[in-house]
């Protein structure tokens, strides 16, 4: 082998050397760029994933907000406009492939805007909570001393009705001094502790009203019950009987009605009955009433 060739030799293997350092720095350089490009993708990739964790947790905040809201009846309007908005922007994260910084930002204002009315909404929320707790305590408070007032108010009524009970009881007036007479035919009156059936023409009963400084002056009704030795009594509509009401409510015959006006003089009260009454012999009773109540007896017996 010749010089020449030699060199020729050595220049193609030079060349060779030269290109396959060549193309190893070119494979190297694309390599690297890959990584890069890799890396970008990789981070790009997690920032997305990262951001989007924050908005579905902001989502979440949101809509915890608007569950409270409703208890305490708030409007949710505006709200719920916000919502609508971050869900669309949660949607267009999930599509997006990479962040460019104009999307970046606008992301991170939505962010802090939303953090801030959540921030807000929250004290309102915390402030209507306190305030219904403090309405609820003062609710329950008037209940209390609504029930309060109630027993005292049923204790002053009850304490009333026996007031009241008292003084009717205390009211009730007294007949005092019965006195039972016979009127004979021509008009003279005989006082006996008996009497003969075919001397009496009519009865002359006397009473005095005794002192009540409860009784109201005013005119009362007073009744007489003349009742036979049988228990039966004397009552005939045509003579000026009739029934009246006991206290109770409950009706009760009566031979004799009277009306005069109580002044609490201890006045005197004269009944006198009517002729044609037929009188067996036995004992016999008169009973006196007034607004309802008995306020004395007597009798006399007839032989």
């Known amino acids: 082998m010749n010089s020449n060739t030699t060199k020729i030799l050595i220049g ?21 760029n890959i990584s890069k490009l890799t890396q970008t993708v990789d981070i790009q990739s997690t920032e997305i994933q990262d ?21 305490l009846g708030l409007d949710n309007s505006e709200l719920n406009a916000e919502i609508e908005e971050l869900n ?39 402030g209507l909570k306190a305030a219904n707790d403090s309405l609820q305590t003062n609710v ?7 029930a309060k007032l109630a027993d005292s108010i049923s204790n002053v009524s009850t304490k009333s009705r026996e007031v009241e ?6 009211s009730i007036l007294k007949a005092e001094n019965v006195k039972i007479t016979v009127l004979k035919s021509n008009g003279k009156e ?12 009519r009865l002359k009963i006397t009473y005095t009203l005794a002192d009540n400084k409860a009784a109201k002056h005013e005119s009362k009704d007073f009744y007489i019950r003349l009742k036979t030795p049988d228990g039966d009594v004397f009552s005939d509509p045509a003579n000026g009987g009739g029934y009246f ?11 004799m009605k009277q009306t005069a006006e109580f002044d609490n003089s201890n006045q005197k009260i004269e009944f006198t009955t009517f002729s044609g009454l037929k009188f067996v012999p036995g004992f016999y009773k008169i009973e006196i009433y007034s607004e309802g109540y008995k306020i004395g007896e007597g009798n006399f017996k007839v032989k």
């Open 51 to 71: 951001k989007t964790k924050e908005l579905e947790s902001i989502s979440a905040d949101l809509e915890r907000v608007k569950a409270e809201r409703e208890k």
């Open 88 to 126: 669309s922007a949660i949607g267009d994260l999930k599509k997006s492939k990479k962040l460019d910084d104009n999307k970046r930002k606008e992301l991170e204002k939505l962010v802090a805007k939303l953090r801030e009315d959540i921030t807000k909404r929250d004290q309102e929320i915390a």
């Open 140 to 146: 329950n408070t008037l209940s209390s001393e609504k």
């Open 12 to 32: 193609v293997i030079v060349a060779q050397t030269l290109l396959i350092v060549y193309l190893l720095f070119q494979i190297k350089t694309k390599n690297e």
């Open 245 to 255: 009401n006991l206290a109770d409510g409950s009706p009760l015959s009566y031979t």
């Open 165 to 170: 009970s008292k003084l009717k009881f205390a």
């Open 190 to 201: 005989i006082e006996d502790d008996e009497y003969k059936a075919s001397k009496i023409d």
